[in-house]
Nanobody
């Protein structure tokens, strides 16, 4: 059983930056594909970025060039660096971990971009 805990959300002004963290416990972190998703009020949960066990990355078009996903296997932690934030980025951000038939989700962290 893998447990995921997100942190780093908060209120930021447009144009600002935040770094989200997703700390994992249980399982073998280095094996997992790690993903960040977000869900705005009244909308579906959408993929933001993923990083494979080997470090390959993929991003939603809406965040390319602004967000960077990374992982530190020694710390069992995945990160999402978010720059040039705009109000459309406001959402609850969730991380997940996927390996074989196993998929785990964190509880989410709120990101609000507002002046």
């Amino acid at each position: 059983q893998v447990q995921l805990v997100e942190s780093g959300g908060g209120l930021v002004q447009p144009g600002g930056s935040l770094r989200l963290s997703c700390a994992a416990s249980g399982g073998i972190f280095s094996r997992y594909v790690m993903g960040w998703y977000r869900q705005a009020p009244g909308k579906q949960r959408d993929l933001v970025a993923i990083i494979g066990s080997g470090g390959s990355t993929n991003y939603a078009n809406s965040v390319k060039g602004r967000f960077t996903i990374s992982r530190d296997n020694a710390k069992n932690t995945a990160y999402l660096q978010m720059n040039s934030l705009n109000p459309e980025d406001t959402a609850v951000y969730y991380c997940n971990a996927w390996y074989s038939d196993n998929l785990y989700w964190g509880q989410g962290t709120q990101v609000t971009v507002s002046s």
